[in-house]
Nanobody, 119 residues
Framework: VQLQASGGGVVQAGGSLRLSCVASGRNNYTMGWFRQAPGKEREFVGYLSWSGVTFYLDSVKGRFTISRDTAKNMVFLQMNSLKPEDTAVYYC????????????????WGQGTLVTVSS
């Protein structure tokens, strides 16, 4: 499985941005989004399981939504009410067979896309 994330950019605080991740190959994976802010470790943002179960980092609940377009083999991260602390490189990842928030348990990773939220 190859993943490619896109959609990053610069947005003002309070604005919205939608990230996309296109996957090659099979699509029956749990899809996760992670982010890495400058000088910090990469952290879990949210996942969408193949069966439609979602789970989010507390600080993004109610603001971020993960969805998928099965026909296009794409996953999206809709980010609303963005804050400067959301500034990070965002990564999509795929996990076979189960759901997890643990970075080490994801099998495939895309390259990151930079999101910068200005105050």
């Amino acid at each position: 499985v190859q993943l490619q994330a896109s959609g990053g950019g610069v947005v003002q605080a309070g604005g919205s941005l939608r990230l996309s991740c296109v996957a090659s190959g099979r699509n029956n994976y749990t899809m996760g989004w992670f982010r890495q802010a400058p000088g910090k470790e990469r952290e879990f943002v949210g996942y969408l399981s193949w069966s439609g179960v979602t789970f989010y980092l507390d600080s993004v609940k109610g603001r971020f939504t993960i969805s998928r377009d099965t026909a296009k083999n794409m996953v999206f991260l809709q980010m609303n009410s963005l804050k400067p602390e959301d500034t990070a490189v965002y990564y999509c990842a795929a996990k076979r067979y189960s759901i997890t928030t643990r970075e080490s348990e994801y099998d495939y990773w895309g390259q990151g896309t930079l999101v910068t939220v200005s105050s």
